[in-house]
C-alpha cells in the first residue's frame, strides 16, 4: 500500500539519496491536508500523460537477472516470444509490474528505466531534443501494444516515454513487491524539473531538507497531492551519475537486502529509518543495476 495511504497529519515525501541517508526526510508543507480519503495512492494505474506507467531492466545476461529478482520480490518472468529479441514480462501474483530486456546499446550498463505516459510519442521525441535533451532511439511501435521512444535529458539521465495502444502499463503498483516511487538525481533540479515540465506539464513543490532542494512532483491532472509519483534531489557525491531510480514497496527492506547479498547483489546504503517515511535502503543487482526499496509505515504509526 501507499505511503499517502498511511501518512496522517502532512504530506512526506519518500526522498532516497544512494551516498547520504540522512538525506532520507519527511516534511509536511501546511497547505497539503494528506486525508486517506483525499489522498489514496502514491503511483496508480490510473495513468494520465507524465504518468510512470512501465518498467524494464537492461539486463547483460536477462536469465540471471529474472533469477536473482525473482528470489528477492518473487517476481516470476515470461519471455514475450520469438520476435520480442529475448524481451520478457515480470509478473507478480499474476500481474505485470515490469520487464527486462538484453542492452541493446553500445557501453551501456545493468539499469532500470521509466517509462511516462505520453499522447504522441514522437512529439515528446522532438520536444526532448528542442529542451536540450537527446533521442537514443526515435519512437517506434512494440507490435500492438503501443509506441515507444528512448530518451535522454539535458544532463544524461536516461528515461523512456510510452504511448498505449493495447498495453495501458504496468498492472500493479505501490503493493508490495511492486513499483511505488520513481526519483531523479540530478546536477541541477530546477533546470531538470522545468526540462520536464515542459515535457509532461509536471506540477511541482520545492521543499529544503537539510539544505538540500527537493521537487516533489505531481502529473499535471488532479489534485496535486494526490498526483504525486516522485521527485527530484541534487547530485551528493562527485562522480554520481545522473538517473531516475525506482523504488519498490516491500515489507521488510532488511530482509530483502539480505536477499540481495545472497544472490549476487550488493548494499548500496543499508536499510534505514526515516520518520515518517519508513524504513528504506539502496541496493544493486549482480549487474549493478541500482534501485530501492522501502517499507511505508501503517496508518497510525
Known sequence: MSLIRRLRGGYRPLVG??????????????QWSTDAKEHPTVITTGYVTGSPCWLDLGSPDTEASAAFYGAVFGWTFRPAGPDAGGYGVLHKDGRTVGAIGPLTEEGASGAWTVYFRTADADATARATEL???????????????????????????EFAVWQPAALQGLEAVTEEGTLTWAELFSP??????????????????EVTLLGMAYSILSTAEGDQGAAAFGGIAPLQVEGQ??????????????????????????VLVPPVDAPGVGRLGALADPFGAPFAVVHSPAAGD
Request: hydrophobic content about 40%; overall charge negative; aromatic content about 12%.
Open 188 to 205: 541541477d533540479p530546477a533546470t531538470a524539473a522545468a526540462f520536464y515540465g515542459d515535457l509532461f506539464g509536471w506540477r511541482r513543490e
Open 241 to 266: 551519475k545522473p538517473r531516475w531510480l525506482p523504488y519498490f514497496e516491500v515489507a521488510d527492506p532488511d530482509a530483502v537486502a539480505r536477499d540481495t547479498e545472497e544472490n549476487g547483489g550488493s
Open 17 to 30: 539519496a544512494i551516498h547520504r541517508p540522512s538525506h532520507l526526510l519527511a516534511y509536511r508543507p501546511a
Open 131 to 157: 529542451g536540450g535533451g537527446r533521442v537514443r532511439a526515435g519512437a517506434f511501435d512494440v507490435m500492438e501494444a503501443g509506441r515507444t521512444a528512448c530518451l535522454t535529458d539535458p544532463f544524461g539521465a
